[in-house]
């Protein structure tokens, strides 16, 4: 099984259980176990909500869980600490876990218990964004000269970019972010072709997926925190900029992009495969032209 199927397994909501909340040690002191639950993979995830508020209360029942659990031949240890319980990270480094990721609101730490090699998932590698082509009937396509970062006051049109939200699909994130950036309602139409670059920020890979969409609208409201201009302009003036021409990615994306407007290319379009009514969205993107459904 691959890390990033289990880091998926590991969360999933629905396949935890119960396990034991309290125990008593050797010693007779009335210590409890940590309240948990066991992941598929005989792992443990620390509930956050019932942590000892007391340092010392806490790492003597950190201790005596991870004893016990150890003994119960355990693997994986999950220990999510909110900034509530933020005081409660050096006593947990200092009993053996290590940081696995943090986000706005918490700090995730880590153990293995196993004498096996670990197969906790490293952390999330990679950001995810979208490029978005948008053209109209006048063969106008939809661009932005940008206020900041690389291209910041050099003139250089660009198409529409934009991280993804945490849990928002691809196809809903370029909608957005054409409205976000731009005002202009969207459909979107297919996938072309992605990007794949590395060491992008802080160390991370970059996936930029190049989205066509077909504009609704045409009235343009422009970003003023990120965009100096926001434009229709001729297709044959965009690509014929300077700086497409004498970047090789970037003239690939663009051709490929004209190439499919013109029926020379097929691309990838959303199916959403969901299965069952309590199952989110599942989208995937296939070339339906060719393979019919």
């Given amino acids: 099984m691959s890390e990033k199927e289990l880091e998926h397994q590991v969360v999933d909501e629905d396949h935890k ?4 909340e309290e125990f008593t040690p ?3 002191k009335e210590t409890y176990i940590l309240k948990a639950t066991e992941d598929m993979f005989d792992g443990i995830i620390v509930d956050p909500t019932g942590l000892p508020k007391d340092i010392s209360t806490f790492v003597k029942s950190l201790k005596i ?5 150890k003994s119960q031949n355990k ?3 999950w220990l999510k600490l909110p900034i509530a319980n933020s005081n409660l990270v050096q006593p947990a480094l200092q009993e053996g ?6 986000e706005s609101t918490y700090v995730m730490l880590v153990t293995w218990l196993s004498s096996s090699p670990s197969t906790i998932p490293r952390n999330a590698s990679h950001q995810v964004g979208i490029g978005a082509f ?3 009937d006048k063969h106008e396509i939809l661009a932005v000269q940008a206020k900041n970062g690389a291209f910041g006051e050099t003139e250089i049109w660009e198409v529409p970019t934009g991280l993804l939200n945490q849990g928002e699909d691809l196809s809903a994130g370029a909608v957005r972010k054409v409205k976000e950036e731009t005002g202009i309602e969207t459909d979107f139409v297919k996938v072309i072709g992605f990007r794949h670059t590395h060491k992008v920020v802080y160390e991370k890979s970059d996936l930029l997926f190049l989205c066509i969409l077909h504009p609704l609208t045409s009235t343009i409201a422009k970003q003023e925190l990120e965009h100096a201009n926001v434009q229709w302009i001729p297709l044959s003036q965009f690509s014929a900029q300077d700086y497409m021409q004498d970047q090789k990615m970037l003239k690939k994306m663009i051709d490929v992009c004209i190439s499919t407007l013109e029926g020379g290319h097929n691309g990838f379009s959303p199916r959403n495969m969901q299965t ?3 199952r989110s969205s599942r989208y995937f993107y296939y070339n339906t032209d060719d393979c019919k459904d």
């Fill in 17 to 20: 259980t119960q396990i034991h």
């Fill in 26 to 28: 050797s010693d007779k």
């Fill in 65 to 69: 869980s991870l004893e016990f659990w």
């Fill in 75 to 77: 693997k994986g240890v």
């Fill in 97 to 102: 876990l290590k940081y696995h990721h943090a």
């Fill in 134 to 136: 948008v053209v109209n």
């Fill in 276 to 278: 069952g009514r309590k």
